[in-house]
């Protein structure tokens, strides 16, 4: 086994001078031990020149073109030598020593393929973050939630969750991967764009039998809807489209026709609720959701057919009953 891991942090950005300003010292100040990239995905600002003046250690690499995240990160890692890449966004502040912890894990644990930290919310730091919390899981029925965040619940951080446990998925706002299950497990999914992509990449290499694990001492800060905000109609129909992605590539058969049929139902009430609310956008937009999910269904198809898919994935049958129904808002609860 490698002891001596070398690290990587990869901080992908477009037009964010701003972020880049705003967040990058804490990235250049507590992570000493690794080399800082930035994955530049064709910036119209002046992104670039400003890192070039006032970050000279950091390292650019310069993407012909914006594919979004998971384009951007196949892209920029294709030239990343080191064991370990941390795929950090650029509106993430890092704390003193947040490396140390994913690094012990990788060192000593030869089948985790993958790290998360503990993500907190950089406007109220006592609060798990959406994007992660304390690391991720999906039900049954293929919806993400995790420890600290259920739906749009989110929890205060008073240590309910400071333990290093085994998740199914890892936040793409700042997921720590080795380089070679990176690319065994084929990168992330183009067809993705942006959203879910990380865990579509984790989902696949669970069914490559690695682990994907939570670091509790290692803490990360995360503004969140940088890119996209919540509110973006752009954002609900990667969210649902991508979602659809996931559970053809990666449920095993028979039950991926029941689990699929399911899900588009519970769609077309969530679009129905959309009306009643106003948010005509955000109705149009799972529709247009569903229109490119068939039209990709047949390429998601192919995706599967080497895959060696396992049929229990899920710690919960449906997040749907619990939240809404039980109501049961708390990952403690269930």
Not at 125 to 133: D, I, L, R, S, T
Not at 288 to 301: C, E, N, T, V
């Amino acid at each position: 086994m490698k002891t001596d891991l070398s690290i990587a942090v990869v901080v992908l950005n477009w037009n964010g001078k701003t972020l880049l300003e705003e967040f990058l010292p804490s990235v250049v100040q507590f992570s000493t031990e690794a080399t800082i990239y930035v994955a530049d995905n064709a910036s119209t600002d002046d992104s670039v020149s400003f890192l070039e003046k006032n970050f000279p250690s950091v390292k650019i690499i310069r993407n012909k073109i914006n594919g979004g995240y998971a384009r951007g990160y196949n892209d920029a890692l294709q030239s990343v030598r080191e064991d370990i890449f941390i795929l950090l966004n650029s509106d993430v502040e890092v704390s003193e020593n947040w490396l140390l912890p994913i690094l012990e894990i990788f060192k000593n644990e030869p089948k985790t393929a993958a790290v998360q930290p503990k993500l907190l919310d950089y406007k109220k730091k006592n609060y798990f973050e959406y994007a992660g919390a304390a690391g991720g899981y999906v039900d049954k029925l293929g919806y993400p939630f995790c420890r600290g965040r259920i739906f749009d619940h989110l929890e205060e951080d008073h240590g309910q969750y400071n333990d290093d446990a085994y998740i199914f998925w890892a936040s793409g706002a700042c997921l720590a991967i080795r380089n070679e299950h990176f690319f065994e497990a084929q990168m992330f999914d183009e067809d993705f764009f942006a959203h879910q992509e990380e865990i579509d990449l984790c989902w696949r290499l669970y069914n490559l039998d690695y682990k994907i694990k939570f670091a509790a001492n290692s803490r990360v800060y995360h503004l969140g809807g940088a890119t996209l905000d919540a509110m973006n109609p752009r954002k609900t129909f990667l969210n649902f489209r991508n979602s659809l992605f996931c559970l053809i590539k990666n449920v095993a058969a028979p039950q991926v026709c029941f689990i699929v049929f399911f899900r588009l139902v519970l769609d077309g009430i969530a679009a129905i609720k959309f009306i009643f609310e106003g948010r005509f956008a955000h109705f149009y937009a799972i529709i247009q959701a569903h229109f490119s999910f068939y039209l990709y269904l047949k390429r998601m198809l192919t995706k599967r057919k080497n895959s060696k898919l396992k049929k229990k994935y899920a710690v919960l049958n449906s997040l749907v009953w619990n939240y809404f129904i039980l109501k049961k808002q708390k990952f403690s609860n269930f």
